[in-house]
């Protein structure tokens, strides 16, 4: 059984930084992107950055220059590095793996807080 499993999340003061982290466990194969959506209360899922298996990446227009997403195929593990954080990033933040024959895969989510 595949599991996604995210760390990282918590509370940070605007301007601050935080690094999410995504592993997954479990035999997945085909995977075709990995990538890190956000739900703030009262909104729609959206996406906030993505990674092809061709390394290709793909970012919100919201976070660019802020955010950087990168991955450790060996460690099946996907991290999102976010910089210069401000109260609009407040959200939960969902990973999720997306294969060609496997479906996709999403994490239980990380609470993610920008505040003073």
């Known amino acids: 059984q595949v599991q996604l499993v995210e760390s990282g999340g918590g509370l940070v003061q605007p301007g601050g930084s935080l690094r999410l982290s995504c592993t997954a466990s479990?035999?997945?194969?085909?995977?075709?992107?990995k990538g890190w959506y956000r739900q703030a209360p009262g909104k729609q899922r959206e996406l906030v950055a993505a990674?092809?298996?061709?390394?290709?990446?793909n970012y919100a227009d919201s976070v660019k220059g802020r955010f950087t997403i990168s991955r450790d195929n060996a460690k099946n593990t996907v991290y999102l590095q976010m910089n210069s954080l401000k109260p609009e990033d407040t959200a939960v933040y969902y990973c999720?793996?997306?294969?060609?024959?496997?479906?996709?895969?999403w994490g239980q989510g990380t609470q993610v807080t920008v505040s003073s």
């Open positions: 479990g035999t997945i194969f085909s995977i075709n992107t």
């Open positions: 999720k793996f997306g294969t060609a024959l496997m479906g996709d895969f």
């Open positions: 990674i092809t298996s061709g390394a290709g990446t």
